[in-house]
């Protein structure tokens, strides 16, 4: 028993098998069919001008905003959701949501997709806080959400709501906790993409916090209800698994690493659709325990954007490999170009204020006089500040533009639109 108290974790196995046992926690029957339903985008057509542009999803400008996550609709335009309130963890924080029309090429107003209030309605729990949200368009025409609750403790106590809208995000059913674990159905977050079977079940990549840091993927069938968990990783140090599907049925994890140096980005292949999966290896990039954002190009390499850093999330780069991830190479620096971690206040002002205005749209001058007033709440201390550019998430609509939203410096969440023929000129 000593061995026991001195290591709580090894308790969880005896908890799983007691509780199944009693039929208190049972998880249904292994899925069959591991086949992805993969499918490429539509090819841009030939001779198109290359194109990137840059502007903010969110607009309020006294929010801490994060953990965006962004889906293409059937008519062609967006919807991103992100998380915002007065700080990351407040009893204030929303689910927000814009949606995107292509025809104006502007993002409209905040809304609100998910509250604390109505999630603890619809779940008949106590809600002290909520987190990343996931929002997907499944092939069966469901757009979905994902996000995260917690009713008691941190971040490690959380718990995966699901709701979805058949009306391209404009109303919701109900969300609904999923059950995901025996062990009190806590610690399972969500971050990256989700990947689609060809039996219509969801592949939801999540991860584990509570006494290790581990990735799973979680089965679901089409309507949101556990089939199946795989683990990816062991251990405490691997989080936040983005998965990148081929279109031979194998895919790749990677993984975000918060382990001891030299830090380096995780990445475990699947030669089985996710069924089974390798022990987590480092690659040849830096990855200063951030998240990051990737997807398959059409001949197998992978795009990926990261902070590719040992250390700090001041650099934002859109990267290329060609090896499945184990070996990139620099396409371009999305942000920080050249400058450090910690700048003067009016060195950093100077450099802010340019990206902000090109990048805020209409009443710009005036938004940044408001955004400029409350450095010190987001990214500043004495006379130093900070940037921050983190948590991206990347997908390839179907018209073949690639997106990208990110966290842009605690205060707006940010969208990066190109296309093919951009990205042929790196």
Known sequence: MDKYLANPARLLP???SALALLG???QQPDATDWRIAYADPHRQADGETAGFH????SSASDLFVHAASISALPDGSLLSAWFGGSREGGRDVNIYGAHYDPATARWGDDIILASRESTEKAVQRTIRKLGNPVVSQAPDGKLWLFYVSVSVGGWAGSALNASYSIDGGRTWTAPTRLITSPFANISTLVKGTPIYYRDGSIGLPVYHEFLGKFAELLRLDADARVLDKIRISHGKHSLQPVIVAASSGSAVALMRYAGAPPKRLL?????DGGKSWSTPHKTNIANPNSALAAVRLENGDILGVMNDLDDGRHQLS???SSDNGE???LLQRLEGHGQGQLQPR???TRQLEADFIDSAGPGARALWQEYSARLDKRVCSDDLCRFIYDYPYMIRSPNGDYHIV???NKSFIKHLRFNQAWLDTL
């Open 14 to 16: 005896l908890v799983v």
């Open 24 to 26: 208190i926690w049972q």
């Open 54 to 57: 840059s502007q903010f999803v």
């Open 267 to 271: 990445a475990s292949p699947s030669d």
């Open 318 to 320: 859109l990267l290329r």
């Open 327 to 329: 070996n990139w190479r």
């Open 346 to 348: 009016e060195t950093y």
């Open 406 to 408: 990110y966290t842009w």
